[in-house]
């Protein structure tokens, strides 16, 4: 089942590049008494995800600091050591967008955004969204319908809605 507005975020772990390697972290403590916008999508270095999705939300990370938002956290199912290069490659880290992978597909199972397109390669991705949560409730909810788009995903959509 898909999480909506109202839902808690589920528990999961991700993972980020620390100095000495790879990091877990408990998504509970990035999110607990925070204001946090996460953005899923299908994978790193991809077409729509490398030319709008991300630069939607480095355009957009002015506005989201000036709406409370406390963190901007990009998700994918990709390992780390992926999602460290493509934050330094578009800008995204810079920005201050924390770029974690969800290399084992559990926390985006668990709020019901995968799916696999054997045809494209895609085994187990995320499909594309964008949430405000606060404290760990989803507050703001933002799934796309059309694989390939981002629209009401996009940074400027979750500006709006904030």
Do not use: Q
Not at 20 to 35: F, H, I, N, Q, V
Not at 114 to 119: A, I, L, T
């Amino acid at each position: 089942m898909t999480i909506t507005v109202g839902d808690r975020l589920p528990e999961a772990e991700l993972l980020r590049m620390g100095a000495d390697g790879p990091e877990k972290l408990a998504l509970s403590t990035l999110l607990k008494g925070r204001r946090v916008v996460i953005f899923g999508l299908p994978g790193a270095y991809t077409g729509t995800c490398s030319t709008a999705h991300v630069p939607s939300f480095i355009r957009a990370m002015e506005s989201l600091r000036e709406k409370g938002v406390d963190e901007v956290i990009c998700v994918s199912v990709n390992d780390p050591f992926v999602m460290r290069a493509w934050g330094e490659a578009t800008g995204a880290t810079a920005a201050g967008i924390a770029m974690l992978a969800d290399a084992s597909c559990e926390f985006t199972s668990a709020i019901g955004m995968e799916f696999s397109n054997p045809d494209r390669g895609f085994i187990r991705r995320s499909r594309r969204y964008a949430l405000m949560a606060e404290d760990g409730v989803v507050k703001v909810w933002h799934a796309e319908e059309n694989a390939g788009t981002c629209d009401i995903s996009g940074g400027e959509s979750m500006v709006a809605a904030l």
